[in-house]
């Protein structure tokens, strides 16, 4: 049975930081390439960060190395620090895992607001 757990949003304001967390279980973690997405009311979901089992990462171009995604295959954790947090950065962030079948946590929300 995989799990993806999500944890770590929450209300920042402009120009702050917040490090969202994923814990995954049931998979063989240290293989799979894993990924952060976000989606707004009304938008489709759109990724955010994405790290391969080999430690190399790809970004959106909204990022513009404000954000870093991390794996520490030991606690089967991938991190997104996020930095210079923008309103636009406001979302609801998903971790995402493939290994032949999709798997998502259940979301958790950022908020960017003064």
């Known amino acids: 049975h995989v799990q993806v757990v999500e944890s770590g949003g929450g209300l920042v304001q402009p120009g702050g930081s917040l490090n969202l967390s994923c814990v995954v279980t049931g998979l063989i973690f240290p293989n799979n390439p894993m990924s952060w997405y976000r989606q707004g009311p009304g938008e489709q979901r759109q990724l955010v960060a994405r790290i391969t089992s080999g430690g190399k990462t790809n970004y959106g171009d909204f990022v513009k190395g404000r954000f870093t995604i991390s794996r520490d295959n030991a606690k089967r954790t991938v991190h997104l620090q996020m930095n210079s947090l923008d309103t636009e950065d406001t979302d609801v962030y998903f971790c995402?895992?493939?290994?032949?079948?999709?798997?998502w946590g259940q979301g958790t929300q950022v908020t960017v607001s003064s």
């Open positions: 995402y895992a493939y290994d032949g079948a999709h798997y």
